[in-house]
């Protein structure tokens, strides 16, 4: 049954806690890899075929749902299932832009680094007065970062990342916080110029 099932995949996860923790510690350290230095797959995919996604989608998914779920609940299923089975028949697919995927492959921007970068510009922001107007923008970059870090754990221990499906959930907001570590330097290097060393400013 499902309950047993459950049961038996709760029991055997815990179970290898219990007796191999430090496998399951460098099993979720390698795994962390793929978010400290991504690669290309998990910011975008060349082809995505929605008819093979929408048929495996409507393979393992129930024909209806029991009386323990409200009339509402059932008729929606019955609805997303009725377009499903109608998308399957499709030949529909997402393309990625080959200009992004290109770039992407041969400029690979790591997310450790970027998020060390973020982490010392939001310490410098709160501890140089002259910066204190980037404290926000900084504590943002540092937010950015933690969401989809937050995922990546998540999943590592649970699952693995080497299946970029997975990879590809936090691929965007990963991506966007690079960009905005790389506008948040420029921010601090034009505040640096503009107001010039902090040090200076404060013997004036």
Not at 15 to 29: H, I, Q, T
């Amino acid at each position: 049954t499902k309950g047993q099932l459950a049961e038996f995949c709760n029991s055997a996860y815990f179970d290898a806690w219990r007796y191999a923790p430090e496998m399951m510690l460098n099993k979720v350290y390698t795994q962390l890899g793929y978010i400290a230095f991504p690669d290309a797959r998990t910011y975008t995919k060349r082809e995505v075929r929605l008819q093979g996604l929408t048929r495996h989608s409507n393979d393992i998914s129930a024909g209806s749902l029991d009386d323990s779920y409200s009339a509402g609940m059932r008729i929606a299923y019955a609805t997303h299932r009725e377009q499903s089975l109608v998308a399957a028949e499709s030949e529909r697919e997402i393309r990625a832009l080959r200009a992004l995927d290109v770039f992407l492959k041969k400029n690979m921007p790591p997310a450790l680094p970027a998020a060390l970068v973020a982490l010392v510009l939001t310490l410098v922001a709160f501890l140089t007065p002259a910066f204190r107007p980037l404290s926000v923008a900084s504590l943002l970059c540092c937010l950015y970062f933690a969401i989809p870090a937050g995922n990546a754990l998540t999943i590592a221990l649970v699952h693995a990342l080497d299946n970029d499906r997975y990879r590809m959930s936090y691929g965007m907001i990963l991506l966007f916080a690079i960009m905005a570590t790389v506008m948040l330097l420029a921010s601090f290097i034009v505040e640096r110029v503009a107001l010039g060393f902090p040090g200076k400013n404060a013997k004036t």
